[in-house]
């Protein structure tokens, strides 16, 4: 049986498309043979450091080639590959790779220090620097240029685990989701699909590869069809007009707030935009002061749903329905089925409010080492249970009415209240904490936490933030804090979220 997984893509690519610009980053064009044959040459490396099928191999990096060789060269041998956000603090760097088993870590030599005390406690075994390395630690170019890019075959069946990708904790701790081969594959299928994207492509990558939608929805699809994708390792609107420029590029994904930033930039009336044919924007609804000013420009959004359990992609609204459908997410993706169910899990009529619910081969395996979180996720009859309200309308669109678990979307940042409100409530004088989102110009939404306290306590914004900061990633941080005198609650003792988001949103 020969590999089938999304490591034998490139060595495909390479077959068929040789000299076929891959990916641009900086000055660097690298063809679909060099890029094939510096993913075999990381297989090579981490295949001579006992890297085998099942290992978790982390990545901690912005967008550069190396993240893409080590999560293609890692498929080559079946390893696991375990993207972790580079804006979390030390601990909760510490938790992914201890909590994932990872083997070995790759990282650029400014995170290393962030890194040590997972890797100390999680007894890494191989710690590889991007780069010529530094004292102590191998540079990951040298060892690439002393490999032969040879390893024994694997073979690597598509429901094996292709990575872990870690979502916010809803109970505190970030959990681990699978995602397979197939899980990958499909949603790359989905995205070739519904945004029609062809080989003559050219994308702008300007959101991390860590985030899944990045990777899933942005990276993975223009490599299966043979495009060229352009990385960059940073968001800065202006430099983002230039390349679009610069490079004549046709697809783009961000978040509103990226777009928002690109729409105000003084260049923005001025760059060319004429190439842009795809754009892509996912994390929040896109406002339309948004709309308004790329429609300007003769450009309109695809936009979506997913999360990271469906890898990400669940629902897709085309460009020609955004105003027709404005507020909805679209309709699910090709290869996807989309559901709303009630509390029973009945499903229920066209245009009532229930749980969306979600099928497909995009859809996750399971929380890695949660067996009990993965059988909650799931309904008897296989289904992924979103944990978001909606509802579908005649014609199939889905709506979202409300997020289940008061999930807070800032700047295309996921953040869960449990997380910060568990650290909150271990400040001296907080009785009482909720963490709510609040709308936000420029993010879409920050967090806010509302607290209540113990007689003669004192407890402010700087004061918050302070304890928590080196402890969270700073966008999970509130921009403030809200002393109140009791915290409204239902009758068995919830806090009532909606309630205080009305209050200080109104």
């Given at each position: 049986?020969?590999?089938q ?7 495909k690519r390479r077959?068929?498309s040789?000299?076929k ?8 064009e690298?063809?679909?043979?060099e890029?094939?044959d510096?993913?075999d ?6 295949w001579?450091r ?7 191999v ?6 550069s080639?190396?993240?893409?060789q080590?999560m293609?060269?890692?498929?080559q041998?079946?390893?696991?590959f375990?993207?972790v956000n580079?804006?979390l603090a ?5 938790h ?7 083997r070995?870590?790759v990282l650029?030599?400014e995170?290393l220090?962030?890194?040590m005390?997972?890797?100390?406690a999680g007894h890494?075994a191989h ?8 004292s102590?630690?191998?540079g990951?170019?040298?060892?690439m ?15 094996a685990p292709?990575?872990i990708?870690?979502?916010?904790g809803t109970t ?7 995602l397979?081969?197939q899980n ?9 699909i519904?945004y029609d ?8 990558m300007i959101s991390p ?5 990045s990777?899933g ?5 223009v490599?299966l069809k043979g495009a060229t994708l ?8 202006g430099?983002?007009?230039q390349?679009i420029?610069r ?5 783009l ?9 690109m729409a105000?930039?003084?260049e ?5 935009l004429?190439?842009?044919?795809k754009l892509?924007?996912?994390g ?5 002061r948004?709309?308004?000013a790329?429609e ?6 695809s ?6 359990e469906?890898?990400?992609?669940a629902?897709?609204l085309?460009p ?6 404005q507020g ?9 089925e ?10 229920v009529p066209?245009?009532?409010i229930g749980e ?12 890695h ?6 059988a ?6 296989g ?7 909606g509802?579908l309308?005649?014609?199939g ?10 999930m ?6 996921n ?5 910060v409100?568990?650290l909150?409530s271990?400040?001296e004088g ?14 879409g939404?920050v ?6 306290l113990?007689?003669g ?5 700087e004061?918050v ?7 969270l990633?700073?966008y999970?941080l509130?921009k403030?804090?809200?002393v109140?005198?009791?915290?409204p609650?239902?009758a068995?003792g919830k ?12």
């Amino acid at each position: 049986m020969l590999p089938q997984g999304i490591g034998t893509w490139l060595a495909k690519r390479r077959l068929k498309s040789p000299d076929k610009t891959a990916v641009i980053f900086g000055h660097d064009e690298i063809t679909y043979r060099e890029f094939a044959d510096a993913a075999d040459r990381v297989a090579a490396v981490l295949w001579q450091r006992g890297i085998r099928q099942g290992d978790a191999v982390a990545y901690i990096g912005e967008n550069s080639p190396p993240f893409l060789q080590v999560m293609f060269g890692a498929a080559q041998l079946g390893a696991v590959f375990v993207p972790v956000n580079t804006r979390l603090a030390a601990p909760e760097i510490r938790h992914i790779l201890v909590d994932s088993g990872a083997r070995a870590v790759v990282l650029d030599p400014e995170f290393l220090d962030r890194a040590m005390d997972g890797v100390e406690a999680g007894h890494i075994a191989h710690v590889i620097v991007t780069g010529d390395g530094i004292s102590g630690h191998p540079g990951l170019a040298r060892q690439m240029a002393e490999a032969d890019g040879e390893h024994d075959g694997t073979e690597v069946p598509m429901d094996a685990p292709a990575a872990i990708v870690y979502t916010s904790g809803t109970t505190g701790r970030p959990k681990g989701a699978v995602l397979t081969h197939q899980n990958l594959t499909w949603v790359a299928l989905n995205c070739i699909i519904d945004y029609d994207v062809v080989s003559t492509d050219r994308s702008l990558m300007i959101s991390p590869l860590f985030h899944v939608a990045s990777l899933g929805m942005g990276a993975l699809p223009v490599i299966l069809k043979g495009a060229t994708l352009v990385l960059e390792n940073g968001f800065e609107a202006g430099r983002a007009l230039q390349l679009i420029q610069r490079h004549r590029i046709t697809m783009l994904s961000g978040v509103p707030t990226t777009y928002q930033m690109m729409a105000d930039h003084p260049e923005w009336s001025s760059t060319d935009l004429s190439t842009l044919q795809k754009l892509t924007c996912g994390g929040s609804a896109v406002p339309t002061r948004i709309l308004n000013a790329f429609e300007e420009r003769g450009l309109s959004f695809s936009q979506g749903y997913g999360m990271t359990e469906t890898s990400p992609g669940a629902t897709s609204l085309s460009p020609e329905m955004t105003r027709a459908k404005q507020g909805s997410v679209g309709l699910a993706h090709f290869f996807t089925e989309v559901r709303i169910a009630d509390e029973h899990g009945v499903a229920v009529p066209q245009g009532t409010i229930g749980e969306i619910e979600i099928s497909g081969p995009n859809v996750f395996a399971g929380y890695h080492g949660l067996a009990d979180a993965t059988a909650e996720a799931f309904t008897a009859d296989g289904w992924f249970r979103s944990g978001d309200l909606g509802y579908l309308d005649a014609d199939g669109y889905l709506f979202i009415a409300d997020r289940l678990k008061d999930m807070i979307i800032s700047g295309g940042e996921n953040i869960y209240p449990a997380e910060v409100e568990n650290l909150i409530s271990d400040l001296e004088g907080v009785s009482g904490v909720a963490v709510i989102g609040v709308p936000d110009e420029r993010w879409g939404e920050v967090p806010w936490a509302v607290v209540t306290l113990r007689d003669g306590a004192d407890v402010d914004t700087e004061r918050v933030r302070a304890h928590l900061d080196g402890v969270l990633a700073r966008y999970k941080l509130p921009k403030n804090v809200v002393v109140i005198e009791d915290l409204p609650r239902t009758a068995s003792g919830k806090i009532r979220k909606a309630e205080l988001r009305a209050r200080f949103t109104s």
